[in-house]
């Protein structure tokens, strides 16, 4: 059968005329099984990775635009504008242009990962870079939108996290149920907050029997919901979480509290050291915001926190292909050497 997206798969639950909807096909991703990373976290868990960086711009971010898109065409909206640490206006550039609209985007100069700006400019969004930082890129947009100047298309657009809803969905209906536990990065929060309305939303209908407990992990030095306040200059290797005053904050408390779960932070040194697991162990390449989901597990598993039986759904959120410098500078440099078998054989070790 066909796929369309999950505007037309999950058409009950994102009311749009038919005609509006903007779409690349998204949705729709893998949830793999990880073995050594699930041996390592416990005997007799279960660890899956919902890989969204396999969407179509490579990270979750398509799923809510690809409904926030199709609701501003609806609305005939000309213009759209984000704030972003880089995937939002990656996603927000492609679907613009699918849709023929205008699309400006604001960034944190110098501190968005290198294929997510490329993708922006590729895509042909007027590309702003901010000497300031995510919240304050953010602050600008809600006044620029206040203005009616363009619709804005950062997650405090509510259909952004309806769309994002769809991603539980997927989950609920690959493993049967829900998982004991799922893990996720978090930034500005809207993600944590759109998979706890998805689940709760399945089993109120029936659809699940059981309800996950929502595991949410924040960057050490970008972690104000840990710490309880705002943080004014938020500093990690992982960018696309470098925020420090989200705007879901409320309602990430709310799906950690009604779920039994827990908000924790991860140190850039773990960030890095699951990146590199994950892609060694269980060959997957995610970029390194998407491994706080990992870090943050294998710190709660030092704890003993898991038991036999649990099963972990680890959002892998975007692609490592995302951010190339930050995979290049962990890593030992190829190995120069002439075009001779024997220097080859040898600089091999075979
Ligand atoms: C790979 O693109 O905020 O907690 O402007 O790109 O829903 O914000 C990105 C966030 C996790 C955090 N993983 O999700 C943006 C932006 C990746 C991300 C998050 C982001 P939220």
């Known amino acids: ?14 009311p749009i005329d038919p005609r ?29 990775l919902k890989l969204e960086g396999l969407n179509p711009t490579g990270s979750f971010k398509d799923r809510g ?18 704030a972003s640490t880089g995937n ?42 901010i000497d300031g930082n995510f919240d304050e890129a953010l602050e600008i947009v809600r006044k620029i939108g206040e203005q009616g100047l363009a619709t804005v298309v ?10 994002q809803k769809s991603a539980a969905f997927e989950i609920a209906e690959q493993l049967g149920d829900a998982p004991t536990y799922h893990a996720l990065p978090v930034g500005n929060a809207g993600n944590i ?53 989200p705007a879901s904050w409320q309602y990430a408390l709310q799906a950690r509290d009604e779920s039994k779960g827990l908000i924790d932070k991860v140190t850039d040194k773990e960030i890095l050291k699951a990146y590199h697991l994950v892609a060694s162990l269980d060959g997957y390449f995610c970029e390194p915001a998407s491994a706080a989901s990992i870090a943050g597990i294998l710190k709660l ?29 962990g890593v030992k440099p190829p190995i120069f050497v002439k075009p001779d078998l024997k220097k080859i054989l040898k600089a091999m070790k075979l």
């Not at 972990?312 to 292909?321: M, R, S």
């Open 301 to 329: 598993a030092k704890n003993k926190f898991f038991k036999s039986g649990d099963v972990i759904v680890c959002t892998l959120t975007g692609h490592g292909l995302k951010d190339p410098d930050t995979a290049i500078k």
């Open 1 to 14: 059968m066909n796929y369309n997206g999950i505007i037309v798969k999950y058409s009950k639950y994102l």
């Open 65 to 82: 635009m690809t409904y926030a898109i199709s609701k501003a065409v609806e609305a005939k909206s000309q213009a759209v504008v984000c």
């Open 20 to 48: 509006c909807i903007v779409t690349l096909n998204e949705g729709n991703t893998p949830l793999l099984h990880a073995p050594r990373l699930s041996a390592l976290i416990g005997k007799g868990v279960k660890v899956y």
């Open 154 to 163: 950062n997650s405090i657009n509510p259909y952004r996290l309806d769309g």
């Open 193 to 245: 907050t759109a998979y706890w309305r998805g689940y709760k939303q399945y089993h109120s209908e029936g659809m699940i029997e059981k309800l996950p407990k929502m595991l949410g992990f924040q960057a050490s030095g970008s972690a104000p919901i840990v710490l309880g306040r705002p943080v004014k200059n938020p500093e990690t290797i992982a960018t696309a979480i470098r925020i420090g005053n």
């Open 88 to 129: 939002t206006s990656a996603a927000q550039a492609a679907y613009a242009a699918r849709a023929g609209l205008r699309s400006y985007v604001l960034i944190p100069k110098g501190k968005i990962a290198l294929g997510k700006l490329s993708q922006a400019l590729v895509h042909g969004s007027r590309v702003l870079a």
